[in-house]
């Protein structure tokens, strides 16, 4: 049986958790329902936050720390999709948001990109660095 977790780490269990959730409903709610097709990078982004909500809630469920290994492996993939695609959003990479096609969604386009007024690449890499700073707080609890 895994060892069971300290207040502290459950709550920052929960906490990522939630984040991931607020990230995948939000993601779900931008693309379903204001109807703003996600770009490829958006899609690996995505493809790295949706399971993090179904690991992180069984293991918040079950006061599980082993979780902590599978969560960390997608959300540093998640980020590093996240920190490139900020870096190209800002500018910073000189090169166009790729890959976008001229039928498709654009990532060049600031107001699809923006949620009140914040950068959506830039929302990902927040919750994904959240996610990451609530996950270190398991270190320490090993299954």
Same mark, same amino acid.
């Given at each position: 049986? &895994? ?20 990230? $995948? ?14 770009? $490829?990078?958006?899609?690996?982004? *995505? ?20 979780? *902590? ?24 990479? &000189? ?5 976008? $096609? ?16 914040? &950068? ?21 609890? *090993?299954?």
């Amino acid at each position: 049986m &895994p060892d069971t977790l300290d207040t502290r780490a459950q709550t920052a269990l929960l906490l990522a958790f939630l984040i991931a959730l607020a990230a $995948t409903l939000g993601a779900l709610f931008i693309g379903e329902v204001l109807g703003r097709m996600p770009c $490829t990078l958006c899609w690996y982004q *995505r493809i790295a936050m949706f399971p993090l909500v179904v690991i992180l809630g069984i293991a918040a469920l079950r006061d599980d720390p082993s979780a *902590r290994f599978p969560a960390v492996i997608l959300s540093l993939a998640g980020l590093a999709v996240a920190i490139w695609h900020s870096g190209l959003y800002a500018g910073i990479i &000189p090169q166009a948001i790729a890959p976008c $096609t001229k039928d498709g969604p654009s990532c060049t386009d600031a107001a699809a990109q923006t949620v009140l007024g914040l &950068p959506l690449p830039y929302l990902s890499l927040l919750a994904f660095a959240a996610i990451l700073a609530c996950l270190s707080q398991l270190k320490g609890n *090993r299954a």
